[in-house]
């Protein structure tokens, strides 16, 4: 008779607990017998996490996608070099990664190179190694020291005031953010 209780799980299904760790978070402490850990996770179906992250496409770094128009894409990591267009939720260029093209996003988060328009919704995060340049608009605006900012630049609530009826705070953030360049 078939007793599930006596299968052994193929090699290929078991996985360490660490590998299953988020990205860029550190390893868990090695064993020091090598073994198996206590706890084995049969890996015969994908993670929940995988579905919970939506859809993701990596340009690696050395690769070069032209002439595209990305879609149904929830997060674009780009290391390599994309001239593309994109509407969607998260973008994130590395610091070898450069993306030129037109884009609308809810978050950007720039290390490397971005020319031409973008319009980050919710965030445009430029950090210290971070270069953008070109038509840009935005929610909410971090540089961090190092970072390179450059171009056609204003503020999206800036731009949804009315000429007559602007706000002394639509006023100012729309005379910092003009034309510039570092």
Not at 127 to 134: D, M
Request: proline fraction near 5%; glycine fraction near 10%; hydrophobic fraction near 40%.
């Amino acid at each position: 008779m078939f007793n599930k209780a006596n299968i052994i799980p193929r090699p290929e299904n078991i996985v360490r607990k660490e590998a299953l760790r988020p990205l860029g978070s550190p390893p868990a402490p090695a064993n020091s017998d090598n073994s198996l850990p206590n706890e084995v996770i049969r890996n015969d179906a994908p993670p929940a996490t995988e579905n919970s992250m939506g859809a993701r496409l990596i340009v690696g770094p050395d690769v070069k996608l032209k002439g595209a128009e990305i879609l149904d894409c929830d997060t674009l990591v780009v290391e390599g070099r994309v001239e593309a267009t994109m509407d969607s939720r998260v973008i994130r260029i590395s610091e070898a990664g450069r993306f030129t093209g037109k884009v609308s996003i809810d978050i950007a988060e720039i290390h490397g190179q971005f020319d031409g328009e973008l319009t980050a919704r919710s965030q445009l995060i430029i950090h210290a190694t971070g270069k953008v340049t070109g038509k840009i608009r935005y929610g909410k605006l971090l540089i961090n020291e190092g970072g390179e900012l450059c171009g056609d630049i204003n503020a999206l609530s800036a731009e949804k005031v009315t000429q007559s009826g602007r706000s002394e705070v639509a006023a100012v953030a729309t005379a910092i953010s003009s034309t510039v360049c570092g």
